[in-house]
């Protein structure tokens, strides 16, 4: 009778589990409280509202943890993965404007412009852009589920939006990308840059109805006027990218974005004479410098931390003498400097020291540390001392005060990727390359409007007679300096490759040499060459 | 095994039988020394065919046996027995277990076999083998034993052991074998808190270590024994009377070596030099060596008591007690550890119901002395001294910010603060056991039905307080406070048949079972300077998988001389979608035993065996969870974004970011081709094997460049290239002198591995390394071993000093960048050698364990960011460096300084790793009672043109390495 039962057991128990255990395969991610299926992120608007702010957090942000860990985008350290420190690197230290003394993998090639197919910083930022056109084609997709309503279709619009500026930085970094508007694991196929511009302008004319009225959202989102600078920029291009002159458009819709509710911030908060340096101060969200920001990125020292953004640029350009505690954080990462050619922009109503470098400036935008600083550069790496510092962005408030983080690690200024002041100087710009619906005297009073702010008087301000294409590439440097844009102005110049102008350490050579035309583009990552078959290197790499 | 004492008794003079014969029958039982009786026994007659095997009460018969006949009594794992007949009616037998080597019981998965019967690259290395002196884990007891069995182990008390068995397998994922204790495979993946997922089990526990290299024998594991498995069998209860033993070491560690950077007047001369006035202010009068200060000799000592018996005649146990404590070389540090154990062997009616039980539980307390303290102590200023009792930081010496309120942001801390201000602890228990029962059918005593339940529960907690008064670069530093608790569950349930059967020549063993396992882990953690910053301070972290798996094996044996095993195993992983879920691995092996072959007939051979086997293995071993599965992640509040005004606050919303996806993630798989030959010579005092093998890994998943645009990540896991280890490998082990008094046993192996990534559409770059923000050093790329060093090629000057920021422009464009990077070696060995000796002279024992490699090549990144002359005085501090400054003599650190090919150094070594030599005094206070005391000294010697601390670093980039120290050692063991 045992026996029997023993037997039994040994055959009826294994079955029993067997069929009970195959169930187990299907395990449920959602276990771990973080771990979301779709049917929850599209389940409302308010949830669907978070899916829509990582859109705009991965321009800013870098991962899931702040400021490090689930990073979005991996091969590269997860703060230099940042959308706004790769725009600085391949925007900014490529040109005249900066220097860098660290020893990251291909960072030094980018000033001496000697960079590879596979370097580090224009694949990451490829990566990044890619992602960001992937994360919108998923929302765009996934809200057509919801309920509709005003909220959502201005959710969507927006996602389109950012999608299209993805695809402005992709067009302008990289020229010849895949046009992809919907998720699909399809290897893509390689669409010619007047194709996406195409796609760029139809997006941002559809849209611009959709998107909310100007200054009708809450800050942080884009409303219509962003979409219409966002097309003046596209078109003061389009001669470079696509071989088209469009200047009479880039007026129409500077003139757009001019005439909406932002206006250029002339609150002096902490009443040093300029209304400049307010823009780039730890309350720049609410000292008035938010009036004139079409598109910003949000940055907080508390709630959205990362290793770029602001954090960045007001860590990495303090060190030698300078005392971090002035601007708000705990200490400097003794890297960015600029070279002499971006000081000499400022060459009016100076104040030298001894041996003739200068020390003061009377335009407010020229926000140089000098003590201790060589204004000339003999050393690039591990010499925070050569080359002046810049002190534009900080991590003090209006009143003094540092920002949130009481560490003194993460800074709270946001940054502006797109401000009416760039707008006003696009405008110029169109006027004096022949597009019509502008005027030149409108023109000189907008770039007036800009100086008088930066000199707190009009001691600084020029008559039309001044205003033409030299004096605008040199004002762009000096209004929009370590804002991401220099290298694409000196490229519509044709500045930026040639030996028409060159500056310290440009091309490697100290005195600065031209080097190859091809160097107008990045190299699409050399990786993703390997990958897609369908791809065609850029000339030169 | 008839075959063989057939074969024997060509050997044998002819025993006389008598002529006068006069048959009769006889009977008995054959048991165990335990008194068990063994089902089974081949009772033959000598040189006849007549012959019977005993039942499952051991009881046997024998018609028409006549006088003087031989009686031999044979069973796997026991020493044969011959009994002469002389009429007796009745003949009972005890079998002793057998140590011989070709009859020796290897522990295979899901069964055992006789060594000589396997088919399979499998080594199995027993208590009296195993390595001596201090052991903290099992893995040491194997080091250098085995050709093609690599194991690194660090230098910290209980510290794990990486282990390779042929060579990488995988790119990405777990190349980590699978380990089985007891039947019981474990999960390999770290448990927070614990230094070593195989901490729980004290090697005084271990019976023997069994190594299943190649895929013939690792197949009916399937999916997780793609690496190979090393399966651990602990001591059990035997014998009926019970005995005790109790051993205690003691040991004393000391650092060999520190790494080579300047001394206080070195530094002080060198910055007088280069340093402008600020630098030279700087400067210190102290000779402080904070190496020295950070480390000391340190002292460990463990205990062990164990007994073995047997509780009313029918449950063989052992039970045992472990407790160990040992100091790190690293101040602080602290490994602390008491396991205990038991096993019990019951077995009912008349052995058709046995049951195995096995509980171990490990409690486990570590001190981790701070590990940042390991590179501070190199990279701080040697001309200041350790303490200043006016700093912000009193009493410790720091570089102070600008304002003199907070430590500067880009200066190393302290070494001494760290150590001393840093309390970092841990507590794991752990508990692993398991029930098997095997039950023999009546009805159908040829099959066996076992069933073998599971559980494995681990739980740690961790915390790690830093003191206020540890220097800082945070304005309103109050210390901090986190916590972490890990629970990890592994749960398993196998259930298989066995069929037994021998008919004439022919044997056949088959098995066919289920196995399931699931694996459950939920962590938690805790941190204080979260809470007070008003952010999310609680982090809960879930994740599980399962494994579910069908399998099947046939071994079939024909007359001893044909062996033929093949095995089928069906497994499904959660973590593969549904449709690629299940992999199909088989195996065959085919060995030929050419010595019991008539037309060999040899009295100098006793094994020449010829195997060939080829198995698929997959693997997803660890792999992600969910990787297959449309998810997202919510933002951490430090991570979320502002949305508007909420009362004229700022309004962080949460963000929620879709996850990489992977539909069609699926099985690697492993294809191993291995020939081997096994022998043994003259009495087994030679044996040994050669084996040769190809192991190629198709559908190799890594983690790859995703194609931009259509996925949410730009990497992800991805089957995209295909592997290939090749290699030879040779053992021998010798016993050339053996006599009563004096026996000296010599083994020596050799390994050659050759590790190639045959087909890879992209190319990954790994091995980050210190300096800058994220270099990388090696690459993976098609053609190359895996994490092949991708460098620049250093140009030199007349004199030999490299030339700084002059490389080989390799493609010609007269720019020097990645372009021009090339492949050049790779960190793992080509030819990998143990040498060991044991000589016992009388109650004298003496051992001597070394082992070579050679071809592996490390990156020395100590040198590389450490010894650029500007980081002496740069950033407001001074900075000590590496010694190498005044080789190279480089200024910068440059993206092309860091990745020259003037770093990578030959780290081939000869390692010298133990010396033990043991006395035993038999019949101590009794008979059967003995003591044996021994000293050992490890890690005794290292032979290598390495520059950097150590040649042995698992894979190649020597960065903040935690030196190895040597040890002495003095012990006892009595046995009573």
């Known amino acids: ?541 | 095994m008839r075959t063989l004492y057939k074969a024997l008794l060509v050997l044998l003079i002819a025993i006389p039988s008598s002529i006068y014969a006069q048959e009769s029958s006889v009977s008995g039982t054959v048991t165990e020394s335990t008194g068990m009786p063994i089902p089974g026994v081949n009772v033959v007659v000598k040189n006849t065919s007549k012959g019977a095997v005993t039942d499952f009460d051991g009881n046997y018969t024998i018609n028409n046996v006549q006088k003087n006949d031989t009686l031999v009594y044979s069973y796997i794992g026991f020493t044969t027995q011959e009994i002469v007949f002389v009429n007796q009616s009745t003949i009972n037998v005890t079998l002793e277990e057998d140590s011989s080597t070709l009859d020796e019981v290897v522990v295979v998965g899901y069964g055992t076999t006789a060594k000589k019967d396997l088919t399979g690259a499998v080594n199995q290395i027993s208590t009296e083998d195993f390595n001596k002196g201090q052991q903290n884990t099992a893995s040491q007891l194997i080091t250098g034993k085995i050709a093609g069995v690599n194991v690194t182990t660090g230098g910290a008390p209980g510290d794990g052991s990486n282990i390779t068995i042929r060579g990488l397998g995988s790119l990405q994922l777990n190349n980590s074998p699978l380990y089985v204790v007891d039947g019981f495979p474990i999960s390999n993946d770290a448990v927070g808190g614990s230094r070593n997922p195989l901490d729980f089990i004290n090697p005084n526990d271990i019976e023997s270590i069994t190594v299943l290299k190649d895929a013939s024998a690792t197949a009916i594991y399937g999916s997780r024994a793609a690496n190979g498995v090393i399966l651990i069998t602990t001591k059990k209860g035997k014998g009926l009377d019970f005995k005790f033993n109790y051993s205690s070491t003691t040991t004393l560690y000391t650092p060999t070596d520190y790494v080579d950077v300047l001394d206080g007047d070195q530094f002080r001369a060198l910055v007088n030099e280069v340093g402008n006035d600020a630098a030279i202010g700087r400067l210190g009068t102290a000779n402080t060596n904070w190496q020295d200060l950070i480390y000391r000799d340190a002292f460990g000592s463990e205990h062990n008591f164990s007994t073995t018996g047997n509780i009313g005649g029918f449950m063989p146990v052992r039970a045992s007690l472990g407790y160990s404590d040992q100091d790190g070389i690293l101040k602080n540090d602290n490994f602390t550890r008491t396991t205990a154990a038991i096993n019990l062997k019951p077995s009912f009616f008349d052995g058709h119901l046995k049951f195995e039980l096995n509980g171990r539980g490990m409690y486990n307390e570590n001190t981790f002395g701070n590990r940042g303290a390991i590179g501070s102590a190199v990279d701080f200023d040697p001309t200041q001294s350790v303490y200043n009792p006016n700093s912000t930081y009193s009493p410790y010496f720091t570089w102070l910010n600008s304002e003199g309120n907070a430590q500067y942001n880009l200066a190393p801390t302290n070494p001494v603060a760290l150590l001393n201000e840093v309390d970092d602890t841990a507590e794991v228990r752990r508990f692993i056991g398991n029930a098997k029962v095997d039950y023999k059918l009546h009805f159908f005593p040829d099959l066996t039905a076992t069933v073998n339940l599971g559980l494995d529960k681990t739980n740690s907690h961790g915390r790690t307080a830093v003191s206020q008064a540890l220097p800082s670069t945070q304005l309103d530093w109050d210390g901090s406070y986190s916590f972490y608790e890990n629970e990890s569950t592994n749960k398993l349930f196998d259930a298989y048949l066995t069929y037994d059967k021998d008919i004439n020549d022919h044997s056949i063993t088959a098995v066919l079972g289920h196995s399931y396992q699931s694996f459950y882990n939920d962590n938690f953690s805790y941190d204080s300077e979260a809470e007070q910053e008003g952010n999310e301070f609680e982090f809960i972290d879930k994740y599980e998988h399962v494994l579910l798996s069908y399998f099947g094996r046939l071994n079939y044996n024909f007359d001893d001389r044909y062996l033929v095993t093949a095995s089928l195993r069906a497994d499904a992983s959660s973590r593969l979608n549904p449709d690629d879920r299940w992999g199909y691995f088989p195996s065959a092996a085919l060995a030929w035993n050419i010595n019991n072959e008539d037309f060999f007939k040899s009295n100098v051979i006793d094994q020449l065996k010829l195997r060939v086997g080829y198995g698929e293995i997959g693997n997803v071993n660890g792999l992600g969870n969910y990787l297959f599965l449309t998810r997202y992640t919510r933002s951490r509040t430090n991570a979320n974004y502002q949305f508007g005004y909420i009362d004229n606050n700022p309004n962080f919303i949460q963000t929620y970011r879709p996850e990489a996806i992977n539909e069609n993630l699926r099985w690697e798989i492993g294809q191993t081709l291995n020939v081997g030959l096994d022998y043994a010579l003259f009495d087994s005092r030679i044996s040994g094997s050669v084996n040769a093998y190809i192991n190629k890994t198709e559908d190799l998943i890594s983690y790859v460049t995703v194609s931009p645009f259509t996925n949410f990540s730009n990497g992800l896991n991805a089957n995209i290239g295909d592997m290939e280890n090749r290699g030879i490998e040779f053992e021998i082990n010798a016993t050339p002198i053996q006599t009563e008094d004096f026996t000296w046993r010599i083994g020596y192996n050799i390994a050659l591995n050759d590790n190639e990534i045959t087909n890879l559409p992209d190319q990954v770059e790994t091995g980050g390394i210190n300096g800058g923000t994220g270099n990388n050093i090696q690459l993976h790329k098609e053609g190359h071993s895996p994490s092949t060093y991708w460098v620049y090629k250093q140009i030199y000057d007349e004199n030999g000093r490299p030339i700084e920021g002059a490389y080989v422009d390799r493609n010609g464009d007269n720019i020097i960048n990645d372009d021009d990077k090339y492949l050049a070696e790779d960190p793992y060995a080509d030819i990998t050698m143990g040498l060991n000796t044991n000589l016992n002279y009388k109650n004298w024992d003496f051992a001597v364990v070394s082992r070579v490699s050679l071809g592996n090549y490390n990156y020395n990144n100590m040198a590389s960011a450490k010894s650029y002359q500007l980081r002496a005085t740069e950033n407001s501090i001074l900075t000590n460096l590496h010694a190498d400054t005044y080789n190279s003599g480089f200024q910068n650190l440059t993206d092309g300084n860091l990745q020259s090919d003037y770093y990578l150094q030959d780290a081939s070594f000869f390692k010298l790793d133990n010396i033990t030599l043991g006395y035993t005094i038999p019949n101590v206070f009794s008979k059967d009672s003995n003591l044996r005391i021994f000293g050992s000294a490890q890690n005794v010697l290292v032979i290598t043109d390495y520059d950097g601390l150590d040649p042995e670093i698992y894979g190649g980039i020597d960065n903040n390495f935690y030196p190895r120290p040597r040890l002495y050692s003095i012990g006892v063991n009595l046995n009573f």
């Not at chain 1, 705009?56 to 860990?69: C, F, M, V």
């Not at chain 1, 410098?289 to 602001?310: H, K």
């Not at chain 1, 890297?335 to 104040?351: D, E, H, P, W």
């Open chain 1, 1 to 541: 009778m045992k026996m029997n039962f023993i037997n039994k057991l040994f055959f009826i128990v294994p079955a029993m589990v067997l069929f009970s255990c195959h169930n187990d395969l299907d395990v449920d991610p959602t276990i771990d409280p973080d771990s979301f299926t779709e049917e929850n992120v599209f389940a409302n608007e308010t949830e669907a509202k978070s899916a829509l702010a990582k859109l705009y957090a991965s321009l800013a942000l870098t991962g899931q943890e702040g400021p490090a860990g689930q990073p979005d985008i991996s091969g590269i350290d997860e703060g230099t993965s940042q959308y706004s420190r790769m725009l600085f690197s391949l925007n900014e230290l490529t040109t005249d404007n900066a220097v860098v003394g660290w020893g990251d993998p291909g960072l030094p090639d980018l000033h001496a412009m000697s960079w590879g197919a596979s370097n580090d910083f224009t694949t990451a930022m490829y990566n990044r852009l890619a992602q960001e056109v992937s994360f919108c084609n998923s929302f765009i997709d996934n809200a057509q589920s919801l309920t509709n309503s005003d909220e959502v279709d201005a959710f969507v619009a927006e996602a389109r939006f950012l999608r299209a500026f993805a695809y402005y930085n992709l067009i302008d970094l990289y020229a010849d990308v895949p046009l992809v508007t919907q998720v699909s694991t399809n290897v893509p196929e390689q669409n010619s840059r007047e194709e996406i511009f195409g796609f760029i302008e139809t997006e941002l004319l559809e849209i611009q109805d959709l998107l909310k009225e100007s200054g009708a959202n809450e800050y942080g989102r884009v409303d219509r006027v962003a979409a219409w600078a966002l097309l003046s920029k596209l078109y003061l291009n389009a001669e470079v990218w696509i071989g088209e002159a469009r200047y009479t458009d880039a007026i129409t819709y500077s003139q757009l974005a001019i005439n909406s509710t932002y206006s250029i911030n002339a609150n002096d908060e902490n009443g040093d004479g300029s209304a400049y340096d307010e823009l780039f101060k730890a309350d720049n969200d609410t000292n008035g410098a938010q009036n004139e920001f079409i598109f910003a990125i949000n940055f907080d020292g508390n709630s959205s931390r990362t290793y770029g953004g602001t954090t960045f640029l007001v860590h990495a350009s303090r060190g030698g003498s300078m005392d971090p505690a002035a601007a708000g954080i705990n200490g400097g990462w003794e890297g960015l400097r600029t070279t002499s050619a971006l000081v000499n922009k400022f060459n009016y109503a100076v104040t030298n020291s001894e041996d003739g470098d200068p020390i003061e400036w009377a335009d407010g935008r020229a926000m140089f540390y000098t003590d201790g600083q060589n204004l000339e550069i003999n050393t690039i790496a591990n010499t925070f001392t050569d080359g002046y510092a810049i002190t534009k962005f900080t991590n003090v408030d209006s009143e003094g005060n540092p920002g949130v983080d009481e560490g003194g690690d993460f800074v709270d200024t946001d940054l502006p990727l797109i401000r009416l002041a760039e707008v006003y100087l696009n405008y110029a710009e169109a006027v004096l390359r022949n597009g019509s619906g502008g005027d030149i005297q409108t023109a000189t009073a907008y770039i007036n409007e800009l100086r008088q702010r930066a000199f707190g008087n009009n001691n600084g301000n020029i008559t039309s007679g001044d205003l033409d294409l030299d004096f605008i590439i040199d004002e762009r440097a000096r209004e929009l300096y370590w804002e991401g844009q220099r290298r694409t102005d000196l490229i519509r110049f044709g500045d930026f490759t040639t030996g028409s102008y060159l500056w310290p350490f440009k091309g490697g050579a100290q005195g600065g040499t031209a080097v190859s035309e091809f160097r107008n583009l990045f190299p699409l990552p050399s990786n993703n060459i390997l990958i897609n078959t369908n791809l065609t290197q850029n000339p030169g790499y």
